[in-house]
């Protein structure tokens, strides 16, 4: 069963199973002196830390942006066919703080934050729920309340910390914490009680709703990127501003530091505890609806169609080329050619209608024949194409993928590589997926961090992974032919489409502009404008 997450006058309501709280007598409003005591209640307080997650891939205010493919552009890896949506600000290193590219994640992810802070606070008090059922949900809390602080401090680095429900703006404005400390005290403490002590189910999801295979996911990638950077430089000092200054020198990955090594054990107990619970599955089943929380599917973001849609369906296909019933096809969701070239021709990811496609027909919106449609300048990308969507409703629920287990295949060989551990369990997470894709497989003592980064490129494309890959292991990928023809240091790296070289500053996003504007206390990240008037 799939949910659809939503706030109604503040108070969450959990699509067909809302009966008994809608006995609940509404006030109107919900805030944390509300009384609540029903179960259903405390399944609806749960259920709002759900709700800023459908904003992933939400729109701007330009025609054909998408947040979701914000995260891409930034990769330099990326396609638009229209240039409204700013991919040339980001090819030009004339973005900033102002744009709705880093406003929104910044208050998507806040939003999230807020949620759980007052599900948090009011599910002790709701007295109709049993010890296990209060353990369950706030396990659930706990991990999204992670999640979110995840998502901003690999995006912004260091941030505001907020574990309480603000109810005096005297004292909204707030320095922003060192990364580490938001690591240390908020995202690996919510993680570890959602695994360790919670009455979490430990089994895949079937509706969207976290459990304990989501939390340790989660966890794993957590441990993962902590090994690396920013978390092992800035853990070296907590007193410097890192952000903000811009200090950012060390390059070795994997770190090798004895604080990187245990986090690595760390992230190795939750991928082996994952590993074998799924199955590679069909390739179509990342662009099947039927499919949502269904196969390799560990933590999705839910959508309904009509209802809730994924919005970022319509960016990926060709510009007005008329082969959607949807009123808009956008063209700016599209991975570059240099990146589409670096695919080994034999890789069954780049057949056509696997990862990509290069010609459909026209739908039937504007040609009752369906006739073919002119073929395709570049190709485009396959794997969201939502049959039913795209030439039916002009609707799409399919779900995107946060954590899936090609995923965790790929991390179980990355964290066994960087431990050093030439065994056949270093190479048969990422063999697993290369044998899918009809590749060769390599041999225990063969992999390369080139190798590992290649592999998730080509696997998990447009599933804004990248970005933090290269953030973490402070790295990038040079485009090649039928290959990536290597792997140099994300610093004075040049995309190919890009004009300048990667310095310090790109390492982290910018601040958004409104919490520069409202919070006082709040500085920019190094390079980035605008800057607080105190910088």
Request: hydrophobic share 35%; with cysteine.
């Amino acid at each position: 069963m799939k949910h659809i997450y939503l706030i109604l006058f503040g108070l969450a309501l959990m699509l067909g199973s809302c009966d008994e709280f809608l006995q609940e007598t509404p006030t109107g409003s919900l805030t944390d002196e509300s009384q609540i005591t029903s179960t259903s209640g405390g399944e609806a307080l749960a259920t709002g830390a759900y709700r800023a997650l459908p904003e992933w891939t939400g729109g701007s205010v330009w025609w054909g942006g998408n947040r979701a493919n914000a995260l891409e552009y930034a990769t330099g890896k990326a396609y638009s066919q229209y240039q409204g949506a700013e991919l040339w600000k980001f090819e030009q290193n004339s973005e900033s703080g102002d744009s709705e590219y880093f406003v929104h994640p910044w208050n998507m992810w806040y939003k999230g934050v807020r949620d759980c802070n007052l599900a948090l606070k009011m599910l002790p008090g709701v007295t109709e729920l049993n010890e296990d059922q209060l353990s369950g949900l706030l396990g659930e809390v706990r991990t999204l309340r992670a999640f979110y602080y995840f998502c901003l401090v690999r995006h912004y680095g260091d941030v505001v910390y907020n574990t309480e429900i603000v109810t005096d703006l005297a004292d909204a404005p707030r320095e922003r914490s060192s990364l580490v400390k938001i690591y240390d005290e908020i995202i690996v403490p919510d993680l570890e009680f959602a695994v360790n002590e919670s009455a979490l189910a430990d089994e895949q999801s079937s509706d969207g709703r976290v459990t304990k295979h989501t939390a340790r996911a989660i966890l794993a990638d957590v441990y993962l990127t902590m090994s690396g950077y920013p978390y092992q430089e800035a853990a070296t000092d907590t007193t410097k501003a890192w952000c903000e200054d811009g200090l950012w020198n060390m390059t070795g990955y994997p770190v090798g530091s004895s604080s990187s090594t245990a986090l690595l054990q760390k992230a190795k107990t939750q991928l082996d505890f994952l590993y074998g619970k799924y199955q590679l599955g069909s390739f179509d089943d990342i662009r099947n609806p039927a499919m949502d929380n269904k196969g390799e599917a560990i933590f999705q973001i839910q959508y309904i169609a009509g209802l809730r849609n994924n919005d970022i369906i319509s960016t990926t296909l060709p510009l007005a080329s008329q082969i959607s019933m949807f009123g808009d096809e956008n063209g700016t969701g599209v991975p570059s050619v240099a990146y589409y070239e670096s695919y080994n021709p034999a890789d069954k990811r780049i057949q056509d209608r696997v990862y990509f496609f290069e010609d459909d027909t026209k739908s039937l919106k504007y040609d009752q024949n369906e006739s073919p449609a002119a073929k395709f300048a570049v190709k485009f990308l396959y794997k969201y194409y939502d049959t039913e969507a795209i030439k039916v409703s002009g609707n799409s629920g399919l779900n995107f993928n946060i954590y899936r287990y090609s995923d965790i295949l790929l991390m179980h060989s990355e964290v066994y590589w960087a431990l050093g551990i030439n065994s056949e369990d270093e190479v048969k997470g990422i063999n697993q997926i290369r044998t899918r894709a009809g590749l060769p497989t390599f041999q225990p003592g063969e992999l390369t961090l080139l190798d590992i980064m290649s592999e998730r490129a080509y696997e998990l494309i447009w599933e804004n992974k990248m970005l933090f890959d290269m953030r973490r292991t402070r790295t990038a990928l040079i485009d090649g032919a039928g290959e990536f023809a290597g792997l140099e240091s994300f610093v004075g790296h040049q995309p190919t489409s890009f004009n300048f070289e990667f310095s310090a500053k790109h390492l982290l996003a910018p601040v958004s502009s409104t919490e520069i504007d409202n919070n006082r206390m709040c500085s920019q990240n190094y390079g980035w404008m605008p800057q607080q008037v105190a910088q």
